[in-house]
T-cell receptor, first 113, second 114 residues
Framework: NAGVTQTPKFQVLKTGQSMTLQCAQD?????MYWYRQDPGMGLRLIYY???????DKGEVPNGYNVSRLNKREFSLRLESAAPSQTSVYFC????????????FGQGTRLTVV | AQSVTQLGSHVSVSEGALVLLRCNYS??????LFWYVQYPNQGLQLLLK??????LVKGINGFEAEFKKSETSFHLTKPSAHMSDAAEYFC????????????FGGGTRLMVKP
């Protein structure tokens, strides 16, 4: 079982460049999420998609856009990268419901120079 | 609004000693509570969760946590630490007034000394 797959695993960008982080899940989950992880701050929600065709802002959405391409795929786009976006990004998915477990990808380590 | 506070960003124990990782939450409605573990260069995986019912919850790898509503706490314990327990641990909360937005604490890095 692949679970949640993220690409790429590592990326270095120059300030102002754009890129898209890809995420796909094969568990037939309705809900998908993008988090960023920074030291001492835990994981903070950037955007989430409760179901195919819907997306909502999380705690830290500025500078990001998302696309729920279909039920399996949820991408995160940085239009103009900034050094403050240097972080580890995690995609996750879950069944709908607040008591359900979220399954995480392996993460993308992004450095913006 | 909901939030999670994990006391102690780093905890060090000797192999065989008790592990206690602290988590306090704030939520105006009954919460769902989770503990996740992150091994180096990996994603998070679920250790255990509290939804309803029994307040003492058992998880994988010998960990357990107790939901104490009066103390708004959900501390994680393990009677005897193993070297393989060295990892970062995250407490998280979800509740009815936050949609499906899982809110994480800042994390606690557990170090196990031989």
């Amino acid at each position: 079982n692949a679970g949640v797959t993220q690409t790429p695993k590592f990326q270095v960008l120059k300030t102002g460049q754009s890129m898209t982080l890809q995420c796909a899940q094969d568990m037939n989950h309705n809900s998908m999420y993008w988090y960023r992880q920074d030291p001492g701050m835990g994981l903070r929600l950037i955007y989430y998609s409760a179901s195919e065709g819907t997306t909502d802002k999380g705690e830290v959405p500025n500078g990001y856009n998302v696309s729920r391409l279909n039920k399996r795929e949820f991408s995160l786009r940085l239009e103009s990268a900034a050094p403050s976006q240097t972080s580890v990004y995690f995609c996750a998915s879950s069944l709908q419901g607040m008591n359900t477990e979220a399954f995480f990808g392996q993460g993308t380590r992004l450095t913006v120079v | 609004a909901q939030s999670v506070t994990q006391l102690g960003s780093h905890v060090s124990v000797s192999e065989g000693a008790l592990v206690l990782l602290r988590c306090n939450y704030s939520s105006s409605v009954p919460p769902y509570l989770f503990w996740y573990v992150q091994y180096p260069n990996q994603g998070l995986q679920l250790l255990l969760k509290y939804t309803t019912g029994a307040t003492l919850v058992k998880g994988i790898n010998g960990f357990e946590a107790e939901f104490k509503k009066s103390e708004t706490s959900f501390h994680l314990t393990k009677p005897s630490a193993h070297m393989s327990d060295a990892a970062e641990y995250f407490c998280a909360v979800n509740s009815n007034n936050a949609g499906n937005m899982l809110t994480f604490g800042g994390g606690t890095r557990l170090m196990v000394k031989p």
